[in-house]
Each structure stands twice: as structure tokens, then as C-alpha cells.
């Protein structure tokens, strides 16, 4: 276990302790399910002052707390400091240098959490693996998950998520990856970047921020690898892709609810599924895949009873037979992911239709591949959309652009929310409508169920950016 005396801490963050000293193990910023024997860090929020919440960590069983001012906490060791988001950073990025094992870190516009629970699912058939929880993949969410890190696992993975140039670096720098994977750049966020380079310019500061002997995995479809390998320069790097030379590729087979790959790496070839439906998910598969290999998470010397950090794999034939079975246990690994909560799960709605719940976030790359997957299922197709968000200047003219491809891909109707969507709408034509009010959206899709002949045949995506709830009005159609 990774632990650490308070004076200890203290020292390393450029300033005293008060009180006794003591020893803590991981951190946390929520005293209602602080872990006891762990550190309190008493973050202000815009509507909550952590510092008003010590006294319960302390009846949680927190063994410190890190505070900008000083109270009354009886005999808690306490660590004081003028900043505490910054400190927790700073503590995160030295909890981090005590974890001797690989870590990869992966970001992209799309695909980062589904990439991650599909590696997770290949790391954990292997060894204990700690991974992002949710997508707490931010400048807090990320320190918040390097302090949960423990000699007990063998593997870290770390999604990482930005909406302005220098954080992903930020990040980097703190997590110190031994593998970085971009999963893709697409139109997201644009109100922070400014233009979709400034999105891939943003991810590529991942590879840049790479150790001398990290691996770079990248996706060689898409228009900026070149950009990636660049920023990568002299590191390891394994590609991936379906379109272009790549490292890692497949052939594959697109099912309603699942997908049937032959994967095709440097190692050899393997047949696997995937419980995700739609192309998209293939590359995350691949993703997943290469950065696999990459770490090298099935070396022989890694599956002895004691534990030695693996290096990079190779793509030498001498390996012989163990080839087969780094293959066997990354296609078991992918098999064994299931889905991720708003990402394309499907559900049935008491009349028999079929949701395609995709409503965590969108923007117009995600928009599209989830319709590609709609258009594989018979008619009647609708599509229940909300705005997709920080798209600037270039909102209006992207949403315009999703209403004319679902048409093109043969969606029925379209019902839509949002000041955006007004654009898609008005570009889908014949069969849109456009609802002011959400409420009034869902009472009209449900009504259409319930007195439509085709009700059970009927398939509904539903997707909108985080900020429009979409959620609501999937859960609600399953009532």
C-alpha cells in the first residue's frame, strides 16, 4: 500500500504540518464517503466550502485534512496550504512517482471512456487494474484518481479530457504515462480550442509530454496522425486504424447489438466480439488493442507469481507461442467489457420499442456515428436529439450538417430541443419537429408510441450534450 506520514507531505509541498504528524493513505474531497484512514482536502466550490465539512470527515475516520485555513480540529494533523486544487495536484503527481507500475493514459474527442473500459477489461483478466472511475477525467477528476493508485495493482488507466489548450499537458505531466493514446480529433469543444488543429494540437500534448521510453498509440485514420507522430517524435509508437497501414487493424462484421472482429496485429491474428454495436466502436476496439500490446501487459515474465513491471512489447518474432497467447487474453479481455452507461445502451420501452440510450454527451463526430448505427436497424428510425454545446461560431452550420445526414441516412422523424437543433430540424425537413419544451417532447414521442401500428418495430436514438439532460427523456420513454 502507498502511504505517507502528514509531516511527510507537508515537507514535499513546501510547507508545515500543525499537530501531531500521522499517516494517511489516498485522499479525498467528499467527507460523506471519505475512505477512513485517508486525507480530507477541504476544496472551495461555488456553492460548498469543504472547509465546513472537516468535522465530518473526522467522524468519518480521516487521518488529515489538507486546509487553507486553520480551525479548530482538536488533535487532526492538519496541512495548510494557500492553495488547495493546486496542492492536491502537487500530491497527486508525488502519489504518482510511487506507483512502479505502468500506467496509460488516453484522451480524444470521442471514444476515451469506452477505449478505457475495454482495456480495463483486458488488464483486469490479467491483474488487479485500477481505472478512471465514471469520467472524472478533468484537472480534478484526474489527481482525485492518481491518489486512489496502490502497489496492490498491477495496471493504472487514466482517461484524460480538456476543453482548453495546456490542461491535457497538465495532466500529462502529473500522471507521467508509460502509454499515451489519442483515440481521436473531432469538432468538440471548439468555444475553448478555437479550430479543430487547436483540438488535435490540444491532444497531441499527451505523446509530447511522453517519457523518452513511453509508447505513443495513435490513430492512423484519422487526419491528424501525422500531427501525433510528429509531437511524438523520437518515442515508440503502434498505430491503429481501418482505412489506412496500421499496426493494429481487423475486419469485422456490424450486428444491431454487438460486432465480430478478426483482429490483425504485429503478434498475429485472433477473432473476438465486442458487445458495442457501430464502426466507431471497432476503432475504440483497436484503441484498446494496440495499447495492450503496447504496454506489453502479457509479457511471460509478468504472469510469475511475483510481479515484475513489464516493458514495451516488441514486435520481433522471437517470442514464439506466447504470441497466441497475449492474443487469446486481449480477445477474452474485450469480450468481457459490456457497455458504458449513455454510451449506445440498448432498452425496451413498455410498447416494445427499442432506445438507443446515447445521451452522456454528443458532438457532431459522436452524432453521426451513433446515426450510422441507427441506420442499420429496419424502419421506423427516429431520432430524439438535444444541442450539441461548444461548438462557437461553427454551432449553427454543424447542426444544420446533422439534420441533412440524417436524412440521408433514412431516419423517419427527427424531434429535437434545444435553440440549436432549430438548424437540424430545419434541415432534416419533412418529419422534423422542433420542441421548445422537453416535457412536451417526451409527451409527444410516447403519444406517437403508443398509437403508431409499428410501435414494437420502432428504434429511437436519443443523444444531446451533457448540459441538455437528454437522460430525462430516454428514462422517461422507458415508463
Known sequence: MIK????????LLGTNHIGPDGVFQGCGIDSRVLSAGAMFIALRGQRRDGHDF????VARGAAAAMVERSGDHGLLPIVKVRDCYRAL?????????????PLIAITGSNGKTTVKELLAGILGNHGPTHATQGNLNNELGVPLTLLELDQKYHWAVVEMGANHSSEIMRLARMARPTVGVITRCAPAHLEGFGDIEGVARAKGELVENLSDTGVAVINADDPYAGLWCELAGHRRRITFGLDNPADVSADYRLMPDRTQLSLKTPIGSQRTQISLPGRHNVLNALAATAAAIAVGCFHEESRDSAYHAPTPLSFSKEMGTQHRHFLE???????????????????????????IDDTYNANPDSLAAAMKVLANYLEPRWLVLGDMGELGKQGPELHKQAGILARELGITRLFATGTLCRYTVEAFGFGGHHYVDP??????????LMEGATAKRTTILVKGSRHMRMERIADGLLV
Open 329 to 355: 487474453a486481449i480477445a477474452t479481455g474485450l469480450m468481457s467489457a459490456g457497455s458504458v452507461d449513455g454510451r449506445l445502451q440498448i432498452k425496451r420501452t413498455q410498447s416494445g420499442a427499442r432506445i
Open 89 to 101: 495536484g502537487q500530491l497527486a503527481a508525488i502519489w504518482r512517482s510511487r506507483f512502479e507500475r
Open 54 to 57: 472537516v468535522d465530518l470527515a
Open 439 to 448: 416535457e412536451q417532447l417526451l409527451h409527444t414521442v410516447r403519444t406517437a
Open 4 to 11: 505517507m506520514r502528514v509531516s511527510e507531505a507537508a515537507r
